[in-house]
């Protein structure tokens, strides 16, 4: 019994790493990083653009690229992290707005400390956990106006948030991202995957991507993923789920010092760095190298 248990295991463990090895050499090396780049990170929540795309940005940066990041949300659907401010377990909407007004703040700091002007800093201040419903369910005033279920908001409740007092429709999200497009003329974006397991990363992909036709553009939407089953791995080097790997995949080699001024940045995300599995998903994800599948 012992011994099949053994080589049950074992099998699993060399398919494995062929596995890895395979994606690795399958893998395509990310397009050459030219002067003029303009990078448009379309991010779910204060935190997925460094964990996406922390290194990237460095790079067009420093070839005189820019980049513009724009927040669906404002990530004042955290439970976690109110419970962890004040040990309670009662959470108020006063709280949750709270917690988007500090996530923000944390983005500033984080991604002006990466070279980004606050000008191109865009928070939309769509509802944390409600991106999917918003966009599928609340599309169209017909379908009625979503109202979050943290902040017990219907519109976007964050003054300094590109549109204040929007409401919660699925066609304003767009909408927004058409404009900010149109106004940025990016020639690059990157999003999260649709095979990511979270619904917020993954509707944003479907958001950026109807923009885009909308838009009629032909730029490249390079996705990365964030979250998705036993992964990031935590061997130092980023290699795609097996289960969702392709040829479409492309990987960036990261400096030891581009790596270490993405986990500086990551840092500033304190509420966030503070819960351990939110810390490890930083270090795992500040690997030597990032990677995107092409859509």
Request: overall charge negative; hydrophobic content about 35%; proline content about 5%.
């Amino acid at each position: 019994m012992f011994l099949t248990l053994f080589l049950i295991l074992l099998i699993f463990v060399i398919g494995y790493f062929e596995g890895l090895q395979q994606a690795n050499e399958k893998m395509q090396v990310f397009p050459d990083i030219y002067p003029g780049m303009r990078l448009l990170v379309v991010s779910p929540h204060p935190d997925d653009e460094i964990l996406m795309a922390g290194g990237l940005i460095q790079k067009i940066l420093k070839a005189d690229g820019e980049v513009k990041v724009v927040f669906m949300t404002s990530g004042d659907g955290s439970r976690d992290t109110v419970n962890r401010e004040n040990l309670s377990p009662d959470y108020s909407a006063e709280e949750y707005i709270g917690i988007g007004k500090t996530r923000m703040q944390e983005a500033v700091a984080t991604d002006t400390r990466l070279g980004i002007p606050l000008k191109d800093i865009v928070f939309l201040g769509f509802p944390d956990g409600g991106l999917k419903d918003t966009y599928y369910k609340h599309f169209s005033i017909s379908d009625g106006v979503y109202t979050s279920q943290t902040t017990k908001t219907n519109s976007v409740p964050y003054d300094q948030a590109y549109q204040f007092g929007q409401q919660y429709l699925g066609k304003y999200l767009v909408k927004d991202l058409e404009d900010i497009i149109q106004e940025f003329k990016p020639n690059i974006v990157v999003t999260t995957s649709p095979n990511d397991t979270h619904p917020d990363h993954n509707t944003s992909f479907f958001a950026v991507q109807r923009a885009k036709e909308g838009l009629d553009a032909n730029w490249p939407i390079f996705t990365a993923i964030v979250h998705y089953y036993n992964y990031p791995p935590k061997s130092g080097n980023l290699v795609p789920p097996k289960k969702i790997f392709s040829t479409s995949w492309y990987s960036l080699q990261l400096t030891s010092g581009e790596r270490q001024i993405k986990i500086d940045a990551g840092k500033k995300y304190t509420s966030q760095y503070a819960n351990s599995l939110d810390r490890n998903l930083f270090v795992n994800l500040s690997a030597k190298n990032e990677i995107f599948e092409k859509k």
